[in-house]
């Protein structure tokens, strides 16, 4: 009786036993060792460094209607304080294309005989016109336009032409917002939210669902049938591709008839994206299937890719204001080009030509991680 109890009793030894295993099967499991040393980090770098809520050094268009002291006086103004990255093009039309298409934040129109007017008190207006789908990205850039001002006022009017000072400023700035004036919150977020849901879900369920076969020993099966690892793959995604689709329907009648989001562009060319960016979420899932040993694998990695998506794809933070490096990564990530075409379609009114240059590289996208996840699973699954 005492011997049973004894041996009933705690055991330090068998408790160390078991630690020991478990710190010997933590190291054999090198993805879950990577994701607790590598979660952290990104978290870190990401949070530190990548994500800033004032961001600077936005594009911007400068269309100069002349080249005088006063001009390039503001100019350098412009430059100095840090929000403004300026270049010069020849037309409005060429600015207003740029802006359209989101390779401009501002664009700032100086009037021809803009020098002329200020010295005859005629108080002219400087133009800028700003991509607002985004208010987070324009508000510190827009709220630096008063300080601005007055640094070139300071500079520049004395002396003789102090007199333009007496009773006003002698020019004026007037900011347009547009495609997002009143600066709605979820005019910019609801939106993307579709390709945030479908990040996760269909990478999630793809993976898990390869994975889940594997543990059960059904992939066996599977493959001792006369299949090609292609037809395997692809039959597989089809279901959730009619799963994602359901989450995109739901999600557009929530944004257009709940939050009243506004959509003026070409809807087929927004399909068209949205079935190269499932395609290519789904691919994602396969090819983690295919490097994943265990549902839980599966999991981290899954996280581990989603974090980054989330962070630097321009939908939580402005894109443009995060450092190159982030950027580089950022327009390596499907959800970046995603989340244009959508704000574009739903905002801008953009059409085939302006959401193409976020198509093709959806399209190059998919090509790529079906080719590597098709190489991947056959060496791993053979």
Known sequence: MFKKIKNNFFSVSRWWAIVVKEFLQLRRDRITFGMIIGIPIVQLLLFGYAINNDPKH????????????????????????EYYDLKTVVSEKEAKDGLLKGHFQFVISIPINFSQDVLRAKQPQILIEADAT??????????????????????????????????????????????????????NIVPVLMGVVLTMTTVMMTSLAVTRERERGTMENILAMPVHPFEIMSGKIVPYILIAHIQVGIIACFARFLFH????????????????????????????????????????????????????????????????????????????????????????????????????????????????????????LD
């Open 134 to 187: 985004d208010p987070m990205a324009v508000g510190g850039a827009t709220g630096a336009l008063e300080g601005i001002i007055q640094s070139v006022v300071m500079k520049e009017f004395k002396g003789a032409t102090a007199f333009l000072l007496e009773n006003s400023k002698p020019f004026s700035v007037i900011v347009h917002k547009l495609y997002n004036p009143e600066g709605i919150t979820h005019y």
């Open 261 to 380: 989001v506004p959509f003026f562009g070409d809807g087929l060319a927004l399909y068209f994206a949205t079935a190269l960016f499932i395609i290519a979420n789904l691919s994602v899932g396969i090819l983690i299937s295919s490097l994943a040993k265990n549902q839980l694998q599966s999991m981290q990695m899954t996280i581990f890719y989603f974090l980054p998506n989330i962070m630097l794809s321009g939908f939580m933070f402005p894109f443009a204001g995060m450092p190159k490096w982030a950027q580089c990564i950022g327009n390596i990530l499907p959800l970046t080009y995603f989340n244009r075409a959508v704000r574009g379609a739903f905002l801008k009114g953009s059409g085939w030509a302006e959401l193409m240059p976020h198509i093709i590289p959806l399209l190059l996208f998919c090509c790529l991680v079906l080719f590597f996840a098709t190489k991947i699973f056959k060496r791993t």
């Open 58 to 81: 936005l594009p911007t268009a400068i269309v100069m209607g002349e080249h005088t002291p006063f001009t390039r006086s503001f100019e350098q103004a412009l430059k100095n304080s």
